[in-house]
């Protein structure tokens, strides 16, 4: 792959993989971008819109969603690296204002907790739908009256929007720059992000792509009725817009311990570092280790940096493979473009790198108890029932908004829908489940999050359960 015609071999790959994929599943549009060892490839597929019919170009923007995650933790490390934070120090330090429903929490969350996502603010589906350069202040004014904690700093791994939102109100406050002037300044600019923007103001004047959602009963793809998410979700991935072209050099840099293509260094070798070094681990299949900011996924002795980044009705994810001076960014403007993700991802990995991925999960076992697994579990706005049936367990998943507004948001950010069809899971081992009717080797790539954890037996019940990476605690039952 680096040379002309490795190159060439990768592009013609990867057009025939998306193709394939886009006309079996009803995927209108798709880009990807592979850089590997000094050589680019962008390939573009597909409509960007439905209702407009506008080709998703190579150069077509779309929402970054959560890889923009990767871009908040860097700018918490520039203030670091600047001595205007201490990984270390209590978030109240800086945001005195700063507080939860559960009297005494929000003082033991350290800065170090929100972007390692260990905090356990219970604030993952919290939609406050404020705008403009306020939003953040708006957010966290809010979490003080009705949202807890799900368990104890640094105690449990659980995917965090809270924390990184939280995380964009501490930059304001010690920088005094509103988050997306921050963003561009310290992250755009240096990296050479000419691409990129931070509202859909900016992304109207450029070719964009929107998401889409299938209709369930034609299955035709229709195009969302929500483009961002408000602007207090912008240091979560609410409102940054871009191209892959942009998330390949962002991904460039922290490949390259820091330096932008441009050559201007954005964060220190020691940070880039401190971002891919394991700052919980759960030691479970399904949840890989995290850093601070990036995931860090195990593909046998290889890792790969990576953070995938959901919008109302698209994907987008970036992966970094520093072993193998590899970096892969793509976009798909339906949910289910995931699938081609992963398996782009894999086919880079096994054929372009040579690297043998080992079957994370093999076999399953018919006599697992279950009745350890059953119950009520509960996180902000969303219920899970777990029950036995047919020998297997079966999840009922559940949106219960606290409000009209909320609602709102969540429905058209889900596509309409507040409640899942039943799933059932079989064992594979003591607390550990996988959707049943999947063969095994689906949770070998990036998929890995479809499997289902339960975690803290106590008097011979499960605390926890994690799905997606994401923590419900045990209510009842």
Same mark, same amino acid.
């Given at each position: 792959?680096?040379?002309?015609?490795?190159?060439? %071999?990768?592009?013609?790959q990867?057009?025939?993989?998306?193709?394939?994929?886009?006309a079996?599943?009803?995927?209108?549009?798709?880009?990807?971008?592979v850089?590997?060892?000094?050589?680019r490839?962008?390939?573009?597929?597909?409509?960007?819109?439905?209702?407009?019919?506008?080709? =998703?170009?190579?150069?077509?923007?779309?929402?970054?969603?959560s890889?923009t995650?990767?871009m908040?933790?860097t700018?918490?490390l520039?203030?670091?690296e600047?001595? #205007?934070?201490?990984?270390?120090?209590?978030?109240?330090?800086?945001?005195?204002?700063?507080?939860?429903?559960?009297?005494?929490a929000a003082?033991r969350?350290?800065?170090?907790?929100?972007?390692?996502?260990?905090n !356990?603010?219970?604030?993952?589906?919290?939609?406050?739908? #404020?705008?403009g350069?306020?939003?953040?202040?708006s957010?966290v004014?809010?979490?003080?009256?009705?949202?807890?904690?799900?368990?104890?700093?640094?105690?449990?791994?659980?995917y965090?929007n !809270?924390? =990184?939102?939280?995380?964009?109100?501490?930059?304001?406050?010690? %920088?005094? &720059?509103?988050?997306?002037d921050?963003?561009?300044r310290d992250v755009?600019?240096?990296?050479?992000?000419?691409?990129?923007?931070?509202?859909?103001?900016?992304?109207?004047l450029?070719?964009?792509?929107?998401g889409?959602?299938?209709?369930?009963?034609? =299955?035709?793809?229709?195009?969302?009725?929500?483009?961002t998410?408000?602007?207090?979700?912008g240091?979560? !991935?609410? @409102?940054?817009i871009?191209?892959?072209?942009?998330?390949?050099?962002?991904?460039?840099?922290?490949?390259?311990g820091?330096?932008?293509?441009?050559? $201007?260094r954005v964060?220190?070798?020691?940070? @880039?570092a401190?971002?891919?070094?394991?700052?919980?681990?759960?030691?479970?299949?399904?949840?890989?280790?995290?850093?601070?900011?990036?995931v860090?996924?195990?593909?046998?002795?290889?890792?790969?940096? #990576?953070m995938?980044?959901?919008?109302?009705?698209?994907?987008?994810? &970036?992966?970094?493979?520093?072993?193998?001076?590899?970096?892969f960014a793509?976009?798909?403007? $339906?949910?289910g473009?995931?699938?081609?993700?992963?398996?782009?991802?894999?086919?880079?990995?096994r054929?372009?790198? !040579?690297?043998?991925?080992p079957?994370?999960?093999?076999?399953?076992?018919?006599?697992v108890?279950?009745s350890?697994?059953?119950?009520?579990?509960?996180?902000?706005?969303?219920?899970?029932?777990?029950?036995v049936?047919?020998?297997?367990?079966?999840?009922r998943?559940?949106?219960?908004?606290?409000d009209?507004?909320? *609602?709102r948001?969540?429905t *058209?950010?889900?596509?309409?829908?507040?409640?899942?069809?039943?799933?059932?899971?079989?064992p594979?081992r003591p607390?550990?489940?996988?959707?049943?009717?999947?063969?095994?080797?689906?949770?070998?790539?990036?998929?890995?999050?479809?499997?289902v954890?339960?975690?803290?037996?106590?008097?011979?019940?499960?605390?926890?359960?994690n799905g997606?990476?994401?923590?419900?605690?045990?209510?009842?039952?």
């Open positions: 792959m680096n040379n002309d015609n490795a190159l060439h %071999t990768v592009e013609a990867i057009r025939q993989q998306v193709a394939a994929y886009c079996a599943d009803n995927v209108p549009g798709f880009v990807a971008g850089h590997h060892a000094g050589e490839v962008v390939v573009a597929h597909g409509v960007a819109n439905t209702a407009t019919g506008a080709p =998703m170009r190579e150069d077509t923007g779309f929402l970054y969603g890889v995650k990767v908040t933790t700018l918490v520039r203030q670091v600047r001595g #205007a934070l201490d990984l270390d120090a209590p978030v109240v330090r800086y945001l005195p204002e700063f507080a939860l429903s559960v009297p005494g003082e969350i350290l800065v170090r907790h929100l972007i390692a996502h260990t !356990g603010i219970d604030a993952d589906l919290y939609f406050p739908d #404020a705008r350069h306020g939003a953040l202040k957010y004014e809010g979490l003080a009256a009705g949202h807890g904690v799900l368990f104890e700093p640094g105690e449990q791994l659980s965090s !809270g924390g =990184m939102i939280i995380a964009g109100r501490l930059l304001e406050a010690v %920088t005094g &720059l509103a988050f997306p921050l963003l561009a755009y600019a240096p990296v050479g992000m000419t691409g990129s923007g931070t509202s859909a103001d900016q992304a109207i450029r070719s964009t792509a929107v889409h959602f299938l209709d369930p009963g034609t =299955m035709a793809a229709r195009p969302t009725g929500m483009f998410l408000p602007d207090t979700w240091p979560a !991935g609410g @409102t940054p871009g191209t892959v072209a942009d998330l390949l050099a962002f991904g460039r840099t922290h490949l390259d820091g330096v932008s293509p441009t050559g $201007t964060l220190s070798a020691e940070s @880039t401190l971002m891919r070094q394991v700052a919980f681990d759960m030691a479970s299949p399904n949840v890989p280790p995290i850093g601070l900011g990036w860090l996924y195990p593909f046998g002795d290889t890792t790969v940096l #990576a995938s980044g959901a919008s109302p009705g698209g994907v987008s994810l &970036l992966c970094v493979v520093p072993e193998h001076d590899l970096v793509a976009f798909g403007n $339906t949910p473009a995931i699938l081609l993700q992963d398996q782009l991802l894999c086919w880079l990995l054929e372009r790198l !040579g690297i043998e991925i079957a994370l999960v093999t076999g399953s076992e018919s006599e108890d279950l350890p697994y059953v119950g009520t579990y509960r996180s902000d706005q969303l219920r899970i029932d777990v029950s049936v047919d020998g297997q367990l079966e999840e998943m559940t949106y219960e908004p606290a009209a507004s909320q *609602e948001i969540f *058209e950010f889900a596509g309409g829908k507040t409640s899942a069809p039943p799933q059932r899971y079989v594979v607390g550990l489940f996988a959707p049943a009717g999947y063969p095994l080797e689906t949770f070998d790539g990036y998929l890995r999050l479809l499997l954890s339960y975690h803290d037996l106590r008097d011979g019940r499960a605390r926890f359960r997606g990476g994401r923590l419900t605690r045990r209510v009842s039952g």
